[in-house]
């Protein structure tokens, strides 16, 4: 049948199950939107306060269902505030389809208005990009974009179209989602291929070769990553360990992965980590990492990660392998069909002298002032009333503080931006987990910097009514960094102080949302309770000490050298 290249868009996001996309329209996408107007019923669109704001919707869509996330905006201003969203999505490996639409084919290098080469700018942060000009190639490329997007290791993929060409007809005939296409287009065939769209099968021959120093050890280690998220490969982790007896320790992106109250779980590992996980780091003599990619965060001097160890490394993407560490085995493949293997002929192990020397380097904290609201208070009463929520969070210390008190029992719990690190991705994730998990309460913990740069998403909160609780670490400073000043710069603390500080109570209430000012752990357990009660928006302001530390704090010659214990 003929349709026109803006309709034929719709219809392969209909074709790829898409029933949610977020963005903002402008003169040049306008076609598009003016077809989504007939789909209403059919694709909900979502309108966010900016672009950036969509790009971390789409991505918190996309991380907390395991669903590509799709993300809609304009040429020149509006493509370009996607590129923070787009580079959050690749360094934590989001499925998130991007599209925008450039000028006309006619005015395309010549500086027309709004103009820009989204394509070049966004090639080093997408797993692939087009620039379409032919309509006949819509139907493809949109096909072959979720592709991309969602298989190996996932990742976000644009898609730029010149306004001129979502005018035009083309043949479009409906095709099954994920049916094989592009038949004939070797183009399409070689770019495929090159992506690892399918995983290698398993090397038998590597298999026997981690049985053997399996079989060596005395004191393995499991190091758990985003890619058993990705995966879905937790229950197969689980197994894995405890046929093994190992301690298991998680990065950032992997908490929830493994269940934060089983007895072998050690915690996150890093420069924030668990005294546990770092010290079992460095004294295990094998470490089997499973879909992680070794991050300076994680590892710290790379020649001093896990020094007494043999590593084995287990992941998708052999471009990881060998990349920040030198390990001495690895095995390519998707994590859970590897796991599956692993566990149908790995013996049982049992390793209690091992366990009980990791866990002996548990530390008890000190009790807490009572004067205060401390931020351990602040977690642990999210656990204690809500402790199925999913966590969105922006970065700085109230992301460590989450990822440190709370205990993540399932995969997608936590929703947060661990390789580039985005101050302002928290409201947006925010908003596209709830959209994505109508059922389960989600909560935003983000601290008064990040949430400055954010804040206009209360809007879309707003909009569409959803039931998303904003807890504000506020301790009126670039919390983080002024701890870096703090120890490293001899407390100079240059433009780290947030003062005059806005009343976010205010702001809440501008937006007809109930907000809340709490300065103790009764008055947050009020409040709190309250929020969840309610089933609606809801904000709480949280003042807490601006010296309060992110404590441990690796730093120096080891993950093991604290410099905070």
């Known amino acids: 049948m003929r349709m026109t290249a803006a309709q034929i868009i719709v219809e392969c996001l209909l074709e790829q199950g898409v029933d949610t996309v977020f963005g903002i329209p402008g003169a040049t996408v306008l076609n598009v939107y003016d077809v989504l107007y007939d789909y209403g019923n059919r694709i909900r669109h979502i309108l966010t306060a900016h672009e950036q704001g969509a790009a971390h919707a789409a991505d918190g869509y996309a991380r907390s269902t395991g669903r590509v996330g799709v993300c809609i905006a304009t040429s020149g201003p509006g493509a370009t505030n996607l590129t923070t969203g787009i580079a959050t999505a690749y360094m934590d490996s989001s499925p998130v389809v991007f599209l ?77 989602k994920r049916e094989h296409f592009a038949q004939g287009h070797l183009r ?77 779980y050690t915690g996150m590992i890093g420069m924030h980590g668990s005294r546990v996980s770092n010290l079992a780091a460095q004294s295990c003599d094998l470490l089997i990492a499973v879909g992680c990619r070794f991050s300076d965060r994680v590892t710290g001097p790379a020649k001093e990660f896990c020094s007494k160890a043999k590593i084995v490394h287990l992941d998708i993407d052999r471009a990881e392998v060998d990349k920040n560490i030198c390990t001495h085995h690895h095995i390519i493949g998707d994590i859970r069909d590897l796991l599956t293997l692993l566990n149908r002929d790995l013996p049982q192990y049992s390793r209690a002298a091992w366990k009980k020397q990791v866990m002996s380097n548990q530390k008890t904290d000190p009790p807490a002032d009572a004067s205060g609201l401390t931020p351990r208070q602040v977690v642990e009463t999210v656990q ?182």
Request: include cysteine.
């Open 100 to 176: 925008t639409c450039n000028v006309a084919e006619n005015m395309i290098g010549k500086d027309a208005f709004q103009e820009v080469d989204i394509t070049g700018i966004s090639m080093p942060i997408t797993k692939c990009n087009y620039l379409v000009k032919n309509p006949d190639r819509i139907a493809d490329v949109m096909r072959e974009a979720f592709a991309i997007a969602a298989a190996g290791r996932p990742g976000p993929v644009l898609i730029d179209i010149a306004r001129n060409v979502t005018t035009m007809e083309a043949e479009y005939t409906p095709k099954e």
């Open 384 to 565: 204690e009333i809500a402790g199925q929520a999913i966590l969105t969070t922006d970065v700085g210390q109230h992301q460590m503080w989450t990822a440190q008190y709370f205990r993540y029992t399932r995969p997608r719990q936590l929703i947060t931006s661990g390789g580039f690190g985005t101050m302002g991705f928290g409201l947006g994730a925010a908003v596209g987990a709830a959209l994505g998990n109508p059922d389960r309460k989600v909560v935003h913990m983000t601290g008064d910097g990040s949430f400055r740069m954010n804040a206009g998403e209360l809007s879309t909160v707003r909009r569409y009514g959803l039931p998303v609780i904003t807890v504000v670490f506020n301790n009126r400073a670039l919390g983080m960094v002024r701890q870096w000043q703090t120890l490293m710069y001899r407390k100079r603390y240059s433009e780290t102080d947030l003062g005059p500080w806005p009343d976010f109570v205010k702001l809440a209430d501008a937006y007809d949302i109930q907000g809340w000012r709490v300065e103790t752990k009764a008055e947050f357990e009020a409040a709190f309770s309250a929020a969840v009660a309610s089933g609606k928006a809801a904000l709480i302001d949280c003042r807490i000490n601006s010296d309060e530390l992110v404590r441990p704090m690796a730093m120096g010659s080891s993950i093991s050298d604290f410099l905070l214990d």
């Open 188 to 264: 399409s065939l070689i770019r495929l291929q090159s992506q690892g769209l399918e995983a290698p099968a398993p090397n038998e021959r590597d298999i026997s070769r981690l049985f053997e120093l399996i079989e060596q050890s005395e004191r393995p280690m499991i190091l758990a990553g985003g890619g058993v998220v990705r995966a879905g490969a937790s229950e197969e982790l689980r197994s894995f360990a405890r046929r093994l007896d190992a301690p298991v320790a998680c990065t950032l992106m992997g908490l929830g992965a493994f269940p934060g109250g089983d007895p072998l």
